[in-house]
C-alpha cells in the first residue's frame, strides 16, 4: 500500500494581505487556516502543517482542531515558501507521494 498526504503550508506573512490571513475569519466563524485544514484532512489521511518558530497560537489551534495532523515548525520560513515547503517535505519522508496545499485555500476541490 502506498503511504502519502498532504503538506499544508501555512508559515507565511501574509504581507500583500495587510494581516495575518491565516488567522482571517471566514463567515462560517472558522479562520482561514482551520477551514483548509478541515478541507484537506478530509481528503487525506496523513497532514503536514508547516508553520512558523513562533506560531505557537495558530499551532494549538490547529493541533485542537485536528490532532491527527503533524505541525512542523520551519525554522527557516521567513526566508520563503520554497523553504517552507523543504520542512515539509523532509517530513514527509517515507512517504510515496505528497500533494500540496496552501493554507489561504479553502475552497479547492
Same mark, same amino acid.
Given at each position: 500500500? #502506498? #503511504? ?8 507565511? $506573512? ?9 488567522? *482571517?475569519?471566514?463567515?462560517?466563524? =472558522? &479562520? ?7 478541507? $484537506? ?6 497532514? /503536514?502543517?508547516?508553520? =512558523? ?6 499551532? +494549538? ?8 495532523? *503533524?505541525?512542523?515548525?520551519? &525554522? +527557516? ?5 520554497? *523553504? ?5 517535505? =523532509? ?12 493554507? +489561504?485555500?479553502?475552497? /479547492?476541490?
Amino acid at each position: 500500500m #502506498r #503511504r502519502g498526504g498532504v503538506v499544508l503550508l501555512a508559515a507565511g $506573512y501574509g504581507r500583500r494581505f495587510g494581516s495575518d490571513k491565516r488567522r *482571517h475569519v471566514l463567515p462560517d466563524g =472558522r &479562520p482561514l487556516a482551520l477551514a483548509s485544514l478541515d478541507l $484537506y484532512a478530509a481528503a487525506f489521511d496523513e497532514v /503536514i502543517v508547516v508553520v =512558523r518558530p513562533e506560531d505557537d497560537a495558530l499551532a +494549538d489551534a490547529l493541533s485542537a482542531r485536528r490532532p491527527e495532523a *503533524h505541525i512542523e515548525r520551519c &525554522p +527557516d520560513a521567513a526566508l520563503g515558501m520554497g *523553504h517552507s515547503l523543504s520542512c515539509g517535505a =523532509r517530513a514527509a519522508a517515507g512517504w510515496d507521494y505528497l500533494f500540496v496545499a496552501l493554507a +489561504d485555500m479553502a475552497w /479547492i476541490r
